[in-house]
């Protein structure tokens, strides 16, 4: 009996992704190659093996999920909504506590927006799992950046072919006042907007499946948030994480394995795209 093997694909879009050359097109508003906003190293050579596994192994599959950043320009995690206490723009990298705030090192350029920005710093501070970090504008809706990497598109474009079915497409991070690191729901939910609340259809559709096999980017941040979340709703035990179809942020490489420990004694598996390649063919009867 063919068994229940879902992928979900965290976050596999261009600005992620430490793209050569010849996949990064020119941009005709300002004649000049785009580039990734916030590249991971190793991103591109991922998804190229994840590519390669769902083309090879896509017949085993029984459904996909892709999530997607998906932010504007404005976002209290970019350097558009803050300045330094002298003016200045604030970097990207930059981390803000709620104390930088009450000593205003840092401040919304908007200032009605201050009660807001301290109250969410406060919130995310209890919960204890990140603190704000600025990050260069990256995955605006609309942009090239958004776009999944052209490989693993084109490869479960296939899978939908052969199918007959959809991926399905997990929008993230669109509400300005909040981090959205993990599909299955923002760092602070924002009660006003149920797209920031538990994502209960996704947590529904991984819950049926059998294996739920995740990869994508980045390792340290939105693949850690996510799979975080989905092991407090469905057993670890069904959770595999391709460790070579996703990389860490540069700089927070102990993030990413002090993730992997954590998940595997969970019951977590991990395991190289390889491996996953043989049973999804096993799975297809091939």
């Given amino acids: 009996m063919k068994r229940k093997l879902h992928l979900l694909v965290i976050d596999p879009q261009n600005d992620f992704c430490d793209l050569p050359d010849s996949y990064r097109p020119e941009n005709p508003a300002t004649r000049t190659p785009h580039a990734p906003a916030l590249p991971v190293r190793g991103a591109h050579q991922d998804m190229l093996r994840l590519a390669g596994l769902i083309n090879r192994g896509r017949h085993g599959l029984s459904e996909i999920s892709v999530t997607l950043d998906s932010h504007h320009r404005y976002d209290i995690a970019h350097p558009t909504f803050w300045y330094a206490a002298d003016g200045a723009a604030v970097a990207p990298f930059t981390e803000i506590s709620s104390a930088d705030v009450r000593a205003a090192r840092f401040l919304p350029r908007d200032r009605e927006a201050l009660p807001r920005a301290l109250s969410y710093l ?3 501070e209890a919960h204890g799992r990140y603190r ?47 981090e959205h ?20 259809g996704l947590i529904a559709s991984l819950a049926q499946a059998d294996r739920v096999y995740i990869a994508g ?13 989905v092991t407090d709703h469905i057993d670890p035990a069904r959770l595999v994480l391709i460790t070579d179809c996703m990389s860490p942020v540069a700089g927070f490489e102990q993030q990413q394995h002090g993730f992997l420990q954590a998940m595997q004694a969970r019951g977590a598996q ?6 996953v390649l043989q049973e999804l063919l096993t799975n297809a009867g091939r």
């Fill in 181 to 200: 690191y993990s599909a299955v729901m923002a760092e602070v939910p924002d009660d006003a907007d149920p797209d920031t609340q538990l994502n209960r």
């Fill in 270 to 275: 991990l395991a190289q795209s390889g491996d």
């Fill in 217 to 229: 980017e980045a390792s340290s941040h939105c693949v850690k948030a996510t799979t975080e979340h």
């Fill in 132 to 178: 704000l970090m600025v990050w260069p504008v990256h995955c605006e809706i609309g942009s090239w950046g958004h776009n999944v990497h052209e490989d693993v598109r084109a490869a479960y474009n296939r899978w939908e072919d052969a199918a007959l079915g959809v991926v399905t497409k997990i929008a993230k991070g669109s509400n300005p006042w909040t």
């Fill in 122 to 124: 406060e919130q995310l």
